[in-house]
């Protein structure tokens, strides 16, 4: 019968997981689970709306997710509450409110999950997209930065993902970073004419994010702006070493780059991306860093953390291997009605014997 309904269709920038694909995702996320596991991470699961106040004050107001990006509804009690876009600001959250810092020794988390942002939607970018990601609480000591990159290596490697390039940076600390941000808007102050409008509206109260604005007449600018790496200070230079130097010693290869600075405020010193040359414009499949201030932000006790996360959109896009679906051991077929009880039956017994067993 022909209807006259148009098909519904989806929300534009989300996806539907067929079943062949939602084989490799559970691959993906079983092999996440072992390897995080042999690293001492336990999984949390986190909400998937908060207060909007909880993404604001930590994301940052001037980021373009907060200004631009985030899927903010009041709900019935009047209550601003916004929809993920990320899901280090609620593991904070959750890691202050359930006093997590009074366990005994490092926390180690990871999440998985759907997040959403109000993006553009173009390929590797989506408007509801999914991440696993890996937060660590309690230390500072940079060998975890580099154990934290290693694991994050492991588990590509166990994926047999290929040709990833990891970049690592410096963003400096409160004693340092301002020292640098007065330099930087100093800078821009002076080339104000050839900066984008979001540019010359940040400048005073967060000129670094002209540092990874896409449009060409920033790009161009900032190429000749001071460079943090020259105004870190001794701690940040020295932690900054002691991660890149397990690294070196694992043989990872990792590109220094002055110039990767993160799309979130929250971070400082560390800050990586994992890139692939075969994902087109969205090429980041991973990024991270530490953010040793935001736990105390949200009213927990000063307590050191770095994470990551990785867009399981664009690592599944560079797999090789094909989904999997169940296919039956057992087809039962009713020839005749009266035969219908007993494969319904029948059927019943050999699921319970460990088969799977479809049914015509
Ligand atoms: P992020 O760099 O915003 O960091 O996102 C991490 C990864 O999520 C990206 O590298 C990318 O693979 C994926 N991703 C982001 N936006 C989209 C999108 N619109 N469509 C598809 N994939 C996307 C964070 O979210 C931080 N919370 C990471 C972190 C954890 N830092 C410390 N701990």
């Known amino acids: 019968m022909k209807s006259n309904q148009e098909p519904a269709r989806r929300v534009k920038g989300v996806r539907d997981i067929l079943p062949e694909e939602a084989a490799v995702w ?6 996440a689970r072992k390897v995080f596991s042999l690293y001492g991470f336990q999984e949390i699961r ?8 909880v993404f604001v004050r930590s994301i940052g107001e001037t980021s373009d997710i907060v200004e631009k990006e985030m899927y903010t509804f009041t709900d019935r009690g009047g209550e601003s509450l916004t929809l993920r876009p990320e899901g280090t600001a609620s593991v904070v959250r959750a890691y202050v409110e359930n006093r997590m810092d009074n366990l005994a020794g490092v926390q180690k988390l990871y999440y998985t999950g759907p997040m959403f942002r109000a993006e553009r939607p173009q390929a590797g970018r989506f408007r509801q997209f999914h991440q696993i990601g890996a937060e660590v609480f309690g230390t500072e000591n940079p060998a ?3 154990e934290l990159i290693v694991m994050l290596m492991d588990f590509f490697g166990a994926l047999e993902v290929e040709g990833l390039k990891v970049s690592l940076n410096s963003l400096g ?3 340092c970073r301002p020292m640098y941000r007065e330099a930087l808007a100093g800078f821009l102050k002076k080339n104000m004419e050839s900066l984008c409008a979001d540019c010359q509206r940040r400048v005073e109260r967060n000129p670094m994010r002209a540092l990874d604005c896409k449009s060409a007449g920033c790009k161009s600018t900032v190429s000749g702006a001071p460079s943090l790496e020259n105004y870190l200070c001794q701690s940040c230079r020295e932690s900054l070493d002691g991660v890149k130097k397990p690294l070196f010693d694992l043989k990872i290869p990792i590109v220094i780059d002055p ?7 929250y971070y400082s010193r560390t800050a990586f991306e994992v890139t692939s040359g075969q994902l087109g414009a969205q090429n980041a499949v991973a990024g991270g860093g530490r953010y040793d201030t935001l736990v105390e932000q949200f009213g927990g006790p000063p307590t ?6 990785l867009g399981m959109e664009r690592l599944v896009s ?3 291997q094909p989904g999997k679906v169940t296919a039956p051991d057992i ?3 009713a020839i005749q009605p009266e035969a219908e009880s007993r494969i319904f039956e029948l059927g019943h017994r050999l699921r319970a014997e460990g088969y799977c067993v479809d049914r015509g």
């Open 46 to 53: 986190i909400p998937i709306f908060e207060k909007t106040e």
């Open 318 to 320: 560079l797999l090789k």
């Open 144 to 146: 975890i930065d580099a």
């Open 331 to 333: 087809y039962l077929i």
């Open 259 to 265: 110039g990767l600075v993160r799309g979130l405020d």
């Open 304 to 309: 050191p953390a770095i994470g990551f996360a």
């Open 26 to 31: 559970r691959d993906v996320e079983q092999t």
């Open 173 to 175: 600390c409160p004693q």
